[in-house]
């Protein structure tokens, strides 16, 4: 008997450590995926000597950007903050008619099945959730209230100015998809969403001057070993380096001009880059942060012109327009007509019920 | 550099002096005569002598790098002379429009009759109608001649082309179109291949949302446009393009212009996300009293 126990313990034991594997392979890995891979790849080369990162690569992943459960500083319950990322879509359902809200037909849309891969998508700190500030959570608290108020409450996504730096690279419903273009000296990525190409120079120039503020700051890369590492600096005030709605209470997390991002490819296999970053903003966050999500090669994957701009008038109008409504309350004529028709039916009911127990007396 | 190349650049030598021609010009109103009447319209210099510059691992000309056009099309593709802006009063000469002797081959744009009328009234009504206000995508071929850089990213199978305006960019597959175009797009959807040393790039797929300047130059879905970078130093690109438009032009029309090569050692894009600019003339009069536009 004692032996066959020993022996389920140490299965399980196996099967718990292979579980958790710090080990990035194939783009499993969770908790430290920059260790070195178990089975050293040699990637395709350029004509330079440079692994080839060449191709169309997808990201789709339903992983939650945080791990699901930590506390955080977004006031629930409001329309538009609850974060798809951290629950499953029958939690979301649930949450909503806990609510009093309406259900949606696309709750969440997307182009890959809805099943978490890793834990999360931020890895350090271990715990899987953003070491944001309190002045930083309060002041997006603010801005997420104001939203109808003007465009310039609505995130750098919506307003269709630009998905940020590291922003463009995390997981959404659709669209995830990159395409690198490589030339001994520069690396351009291009994302299909906002149609954002990042031409970023690999040729040891340096950093534009301080005195220029970009919304994705200015990128310049070099190679160490078979990584390449992308810094990217002179960002401005007005951008947001998380953007997307499955970031939950991080939707639109401003940057300061403090920002500064590196980021990692590593081509780990035929199949996959591995892309880590790390983000540091002391103005915003308490300590710096990571993020892991893997690229995976998809030959077959088209991209489409992401034309955002010039097709948002109708989300800003509507948007804008309805903030106005709302603002005329019980004066809006609309409302006061409704409800002075709904007054003088209830009056003339009641004027009918009397006078019909009138007669009847 | 290889031998390859020192041969190419003696025998270009060569060549230009046999034929007295100046190494590396840019044309200088010189037209190609094609028996148009009086002053031909300002053309590229007919490029005889062979390419000069560097070239990639693969034998073509190196076009990475950022360029810029240096003529007015982008006011008006047409010959005009100076105009001034929307607001002088407040502007004075600043946002005027340069006149230019055109870049348009035979000088008209060969409008059909109704088409024409409808030019005329995008023009009258410039600021209202043309999507650059709004900071809308700038189609083709007007993205070339935007004032404004843009960097070529050349590799054997794909060329990227990444305009400072708007982030605008297009990735060209150096390969025959397989397919007709699934969507209208703002871009269209172009395909490359190489003529020798000339770049040829063939668009089509447009939506009829874009211009072609901001004079009102317009078209519609059935736009095709055939682009050539005819590179013939390290500095100069002689492009051309032909504009094909059944329901709007009698027949096809073409546009050429030199393309600067940036050769500042600083040389690069810096973005021109003008979305900001347009948000207060598109949904400022649905902002919140008060609250910043």
Partial sequence: MARRALFVDVL???AVLAIASP??????GAAAPSAAPAKRYTPPRTADGRPDLQGMWTFWDDTPFETPGVPTRRRDGDEGAVGSADRTVAQLQAA??????PQEENVFYAEGPLIPKRKSIVVEPAIGHVPLSGAAAQKNNERQDHFRDSYRYL?????????????????TGVNNAVQFIQTPGTVAIVNEQIHEARVIPVDGSRHLPQSIRLWTGDSRGHWEGDTLVVDTTNFNDKGASVNHAQAGHLQGVGQSEALHVVERFTRVSDKTINYEVTVEDPNIYTAPWKAFVPLTKNDSYKMFEYACHEGNVYFMTNVLRAGRVQEKGPDN??????????????KAELEAAKAKAQQGK | MGKRVMTALVAAAALTAVLGLPAGSAGQGRGRGQGAAAPAPAT?????????GPRTADGKPNLNGVWQVLSSANWDLEPHNARPSPNPAEMGAVLAAPGSAGVVEGNEIPYKPAALAKKKQNAANWLKLDPEVKCYMPGLPRATYMPYPFQIIQTPTNILFAYQYATANRVVPVGPRKEEPAVDTWMGESFARWEGDTLVVDAKGFNDQ????????????????VERYTPIDAHVINYDATIEDPQVFTRPWKISMPIYRHVE?????VEFRCVEFAEELLYGNLVKPGAPK
């Fill in chain 1, 12 to 14: 399980a034991v196996v």
């Fill in chain 1, 23 to 28: 080990i990035a392979v194939e783009g499993q």
């Fill in chain 1, 96 to 101: 909503r008619a806990a609510a009093g809200l």
């Fill in chain 1, 155 to 171: 995130t750098p996504y919506m307003r269709c100015i630009t998905r940020g730096v590291p922003g463009g690279l995390f997981p």
């Fill in chain 1, 333 to 346: 004529q609309a409302v006061s007509d409704s409800r002075r028709q709904a007054e003088e039916a209830a």
């Fill in chain 2, 44 to 52: 590229a210099p007919a490029a005889a002598a062979r390419y000069t």
């Fill in chain 2, 210 to 225: 874009t211009w072609f300047d901001r004079a009102g130059d317009y078209h519609s879905t059935d736009l095709h446009v």
């Fill in chain 2, 265 to 269: 050692n600083n040389a690069q894009l």
